[in-house]
């Protein structure tokens, strides 16, 4: 009888992706999962492969998961969340500002100008302006569109942002919590220069998303992945690489926020299609 | 009423954010507790409540918010998760900080690892391949090293390069010529450790820290006696190939044990000898005082190839049939050469002459004699005390190069 198999995609955001799927992969195929993945330059095609049944799995950002649940839905099916990391979990954004600026509460935005990720980040772009409006404020933007089809894994719109809030170019920027911090620390936004107005509810980020039903592959993926111990030498570099210190139980109840959004904006139909005006990856 | 999650540790953050530092407090308060412990953090950055948590998920450590109705400076419990101890779990030490007891045999991973240090589980197998401490070591090169680092000198304040002498020029010549000579061989000298250096494991840091201070001392004979060459003239004197064919085979030769043997053994003990004979007989207070000064560190050179020698020689009885055969190796390979570049050898006898008389011609020669005598006994000495007999001793000294190095 051969081997349980899976094929996963991933999206090649960083040259570490690599390093970190081949490490996994050696670790997996050790213990008796023929596990492989091949790598997408964005993450639409990554779903709707997944989607037509072409890779078993997809590590997908919360927007992409989003987009694979109508697809999958349209189409009859369904998908679900098998693992994600312990850091994709009650996550927050932030709107900041200048510590010398006059806004001292969200609704003293309105009318000004705020710099966001990506058009595809939820993290700096489609949560924060949702939680803006539903707020009932209204904002001029200003984008930087770094690494579109990434769904705002690449840092650098997040960072542009925050430096276009220094330069004062703009009176207040979004960004996820933990960058926030690592602006601060790394000198990108100076030490108490600036001040947060806002922050929104927690939501969760990636998860690994599968097709209904699971295969014998797929379930053995989830288990092992979930049995991955940051006291395992071996793939301990790689949970650095990757940002976790453990594979939890995949869940969906953190996406609320970010499908508000999405349908605020018409950044997805709700049967899956990309509906978003200026978006290319 | 207070509403305050319990905790095991309070920690007070006063106005420092998590920006400028405040993690290194919390981290110290997480540091005493179990997985589950819990640590209680106030503090009055604006920033706290975003930062607090951002930071922890990064860290595997759960978060407990109090009641929001709570108005003291509690901004949250951390509990703490174990991700800071898994990452230790299976560390060990990389042997002992200090000698003597070093490992027989360290293994490849401890690789770049501070002897001594917590070495966190995994990482690179580091390939040093001169990993025994049998081949290596040697117990007196913790203090060789520290008499090499202390006695390091400065080219452009040990040597008196600006006083006044004028030599005749046949002299001058002669000094040029033994110069050029002596840049060529430590060249050769510098490349062989340098070569070991980066081949040694780690773990014998001593050893390496020697051998760099080693080649660091190659560095500078080959500035002075360059300098000396030029001090004068504009040209370098002659380079035979026989002489460079002597030193290549001693460069060629990959065998920690053997290198040693033959550079530092046989060809720097005998630059002793060299060193000694041009200090004696220097025309000039340049030459003198860089002889002398290149001596004291070949001796130092020296000290320590026969110290890992005679070591590796007690644990190691077949050691003596490896080295017998390297100098028969080396021998036939310079077999059809001519060893000694003869305009050096003429250059000595010019310079232990001292002048142009017969009798001084008779004498320079007789003393260039005494020192060749002079390194083949001091060759057969150390032999001997490397364990060869002395009938055998004499033998073998008499297949070294005739390069001398």
Redesign the interface.
């Known amino acids: 009888m051969p081997a349980p198999a899976v094929l996963m995609g991933a999206v090649a955001y960083d040259p570490k992706v690599v390093t970190i799927w081949e490490g996994f992969r050696a670790w997996l195929r050790g213990r008796g999962l023929d596990f492989d993945f091949v790598l997408y330059s964005h993450y639409e095609r990554q779903v709707e492969d997944l989607v037509a049944g072409r890779i078993d799995a997809a590590w997908n950002s919360p927007l992409a998961w989003l987009r694979a649940e109508r697809l999958a839905a349209a189409t009859g099916g369904a998908v679900s969340a098998l693992t994600m990391r312990d850091t994709d979990r009650d996550l927050t954004s932030v709107v900041v500002v200048r510590a010398d600026s006059p806004v001292r509460r969200v609704e003293d935005l309105a009318g000004m100008t705020v710099a966001v990720g990506a058009v595809d980040s939820p993290q700096a772009t489609l949560i924060p302006l949702g939680y803006l409006a539903a707020a009932g404020v209204e904002v001029g933007i200003r984008r930087f569109d770094v690494g579109v089809g990434l769904h705002g894994d690449h840092i650098g719109g997040e960072r542009d942002a925050a430096r276009a809030l220094v330069a004062k170019e703009v009176d207040a920027a979004c960004m996820i919590d933990a960058n926030h911090l690592a602006f601060v620390q790394e000198g990108t936004l100076p030490s108490e220069g600036t001040r947060i107005v806002a922050q929104t509810a927690p939501y969760d980020h990636c998860n690994m998303t599968i097709r209904e039903p699971a295969s014998a592959g797929v379930k053995l993926f989830g288990e092992l992945l979930r049995g991955m111990s940051y006291a395992d030498p071996q793939v301990r570099p790689l949970l650095d690489l990757e940002g976790l210190t453990a594979w939890e139980e995949g869940r969906t109840i953190g996406y609320h926020a970010l499908a508000s959004a999405v349908d605020a904006v018409g950044f997805y139909a709700a049967d899956g299609r990309v509906t978003a005006e200026d978006y290319q990856p | 009423m207070s509403t305050a999650p319990a905790a095991d540790v309070e920690v007070q953050l006063g106005a420092l954010?998590?920006?400028?530092g405040a993690y290194l407090l919390v981290q110290r308060a997480l540091a005493g507790l179990p997985p589950g412990g819990r640590v209680a953090v106030s503090g009055r950055d604006?920033?706290l409540?975003?930062?607090l948590?951002?930071?922890c998920?990064?860290?595997?450590h759960r978060v407990e918010w109090p009641d929001p109705a709570d108005r003291t400076d509690l901004v949250a419990v951390i509990v703490r998760?174990?991700?800071d101890d898994?990452?230790w779990?299976?560390a060990e030490r990389a042997g002992p900080a200090l000698p003597p007891a070093l490992s027989s045999r360290p293994p490849s991973r401890w690789g770049l690892g501070a002897r001594g240090a917590l070495l966190?589980?995994?990482?690179p197998e580091a390939r040093f391949d001169l990993d025994e401490r049998d081949l290596v070591w040697a117990d007196v090169a913790p203090k060789l090293y520290a008499q090499a680092a202390a006695r390091q000198w400065d080219p452009e304040t040990a040597v008196p390069w600006h006083d006044a002498f004028t030599l005749p020029a046949d002299v001058e010549a002669a000094v040029v010529q033994v110069m050029t000579y002596l840049v060529e061989n430590e060249q050769a000298a510098l490349v062989v450790p340098a070569r070991f250096v980066g081949r040694i494991h780690p773990h014998f840091r001593e050893v390496v820290q020697l051998l760099a201070v080693q080649v660091a001392d190659e560095a500078r004979h080959m500035a002075v006696f360059s300098r000396r060459a030029l001090l004068r003239g504009t040209e370098l004197g002659t380079s035979s190939a026989g002489g460079r064919q002597s030193l290549f085979t001693l460069v060629a030769e990959s065998d920690f044990a053997l290198a040693s043997f033959l550079l530092s053994v046989l060809g720097e003990g005998s630059f002793v000898d060299l060193l000694s004979f041009l200090e004696q007989n220097a025309p000039d207070p340049v030459t003198r005082r860089i002889c002398w000064l290149a001596m004291q560190d070949e001796r130092r050179h020296v000290v320590f190839g026969m110290a890992h020698l005679e070591h590796q020689a007690a644990v190691d009885p077949s050691l003596r049939d490896r080295l017998r055969a390297a100098i028969h190796r080396r021998h036939d390979a310079l077999t059809n050469t001519a060893g000694l570049n003869a305009d050096v050898f003429d250059a000595l006898v010019v310079l232990a002459a001292g002048g142009w008389n017969p009798d001084d011609v008779a004498a320079g020669y007789d003393r260039v004699q005494e020192l060749q005598n002079a390194m083949d006994q001091g060759r057969q000495r150390r032999l001997v005390r490397l364990g060869f007999r002395s009938d055998e001793a004499a033998a073998l000294s008499a297949l070294h190069t005739r390069n001398f190095m």
């Open positions: 954010g998590f920006g400028r604006p920033a409540r975003v930062h948590p951002a930071w998920r990064s860290r595997g998760g174990s991700a898994e990452r779990f299976g966190e589980a995994g990482g």
